[in-house]
């Protein structure tokens, strides 16, 4: 356990409750939670085992939303799991690389994807709203695999922050589900990306393993609470809390960049 202080232990506590929310409503749960790793750490902290941690404390919490959503939302587990797989191979991937990455190349890059997140929800106002009537065929199954799968998994184990999101994103747009139903989706595939990834961390020795359990315990709390208020509340409330948190993420990041 590093050495930090009681009042930022318990920052760290309630960030993972709250990532763990927001994860499980519309992914991107470590948009809130690799930053407040980043700032709560001891200075000196490399940038791979404020990652690792990260995926520690975010597979809990994935893992409560995913069940949750399977067990009370029409989800197509066996497609999940088939995305899943290429996704655990290339989260492998990412975090392999992710090894020598530095903390002042994370976040501008986290502020570019939010903002890029954000310009694409608002201009595309339908988006995610009805499902298809037609299940998805072999060639978009194919290219879910080939970009959430090997593609976002690959981003989520070198950076992270944001899969949820960007899965959403390509599982609504490219197998036509609902926004409601791709969040479940999206759950399952992003234990198989932080498995994968956790994995690679766990046998790099960048996880901190006891720090990662307490607040894991928050993370698995706010999933659960998150995927039952989506499922209550539709796709027009994931929208909804989509657009707040990448807005405030990003003038969170502005400010610590440039003005603190």
Same mark, same amino acid.
């Given at each position: 356990?590093?050495?930090?202080?009681?009042?930022? /232990?318990?920052?760290?506590?309630?960030?993972?409750?709250?990532?763990?929310? $927001?994860? =499980?409503?519309?992914?991107?749960? %470590?948009?809130?939670?690799?930053?407040?790793?980043? *700032?709560? /750490?001891?200075?000196?902290?490399? =940038?791979?085992?404020?990652?690792?941690?990260?995926?520690?404390?975010?597979?809990?919490?994935?893992?409560?939303?995913?069940?949750?959503?399977?067990?009370?939302?029409?989800?197509?587990?066996?497609?999940?799991?088939? @995305?899943?797989?290429?996704?655990?191979?290339? +989260?492998?991937?990412?975090?392999?690389?992710?090894?020598?990455?530095?903390?002042?190349?994370?976040?501008?890059?986290?502020?570019?994807? *939010? $903002? %890029?997140?954000?310009?694409?929800? @608002?201009?595309?106002?339908?988006? %995610?709203?009805?499902?298809?009537?037609?299940?998805?065929?072999?060639?978009?199954?194919?290219?879910? #695999?080939? *970009?959430?799968?090997?593609?976002?998994?690959?981003?989520?184990?070198? #950076?992270?922050?944001?899969?949820?999101?960007?899965?959403?994103?390509? /599982?609504?747009?490219?197998?036509? *589900?609902? !926004?409601? +139903?791709? +969040?479940?989706?999206?759950? #399952?595939?992003?234990?198989?990306?932080?498995?994968?990834?956790?994995?690679?961390?766990?046998?790099?020795?960048?996880? /901190?393993?006891?720090?990662?359990?307490?607040?894991?315990?928050?993370?698995?709390?706010?999933?659960?609470?998150?995927?039952?208020?989506?499922?209550?509340?539709?796709?027009?409330?994931?929208? @909804?809390?989509?657009?707040?948190?990448?807005?405030?993420?990003?003038?969170?990041?502005?400010?610590?960049?440039? !003005?603190?």
């Amino acid at each position: 356990m590093p050495d930090i202080a009681l009042t930022t /232990l318990v920052v760290l506590c309630l960030a993972a409750a709250a990532a763990g929310w $927001i994860d =499980a409503v519309v992914g991107g749960g %470590g948009l809130l939670l690799l930053p407040a790793l980043l *700032l709560g /750490l001891p200075a000196g902290t490399p =940038a791979a085992t404020a990652l690792g941690t990260n995926k520690a404390v975010a597979i809990v919490g994935t893992t409560g939303a995913a069940v949750t959503y399977v067990r009370k939302a029409p989800v197509d587990v066996r497609t999940a799991v088939r @995305i899943g797989l290429a996704a655990l191979a290339g +989260s492998m991937g990412g975090a392999f690389f992710a090894a020598g990455m530095s903390t002042e190349v994370l976040k501008p890059v986290i502020m570019a994807v *939010l $903002i %890029g997140v954000a310009a694409f929800v @608002i201009l595309k106002p339908a988006f %995610g709203t009805a499902p298809s009537a037609a299940p998805p065929s072999r060639r978009r199954i194919v290219a879910a #695999i080939a *970009l959430a799968g090997v593609g976002i998994g690959f981003y989520d184990g070198l #950076i992270g922050p944001g899969t949820g999101t960007f899965l959403v994103l390509a /599982l609504t747009a490219v197998l036509h *589900l609902d !926004l409601v +139903s791709a +969040s479940a989706t999206a759950k #399952i595939v992003n234990v198989c990306t932080n498995a994968g990834a956790l994995a690679m961390f766990a046998w790099q020795g960048a996880v /901190l393993w006891q720090l990662a359990a307490l607040m894991a315990a928050f993370n698995l709390v706010g999933g659960m609470v998150g995927a039952r208020m989506a499922l209550k509340k539709g796709s027009g409330f994931v929208r @909804i809390v989509l657009l707040v948190t990448v807005f405030a993420l990003v003038g969170k990041m502005a400010y610590e960049q440039w !003005l603190a």
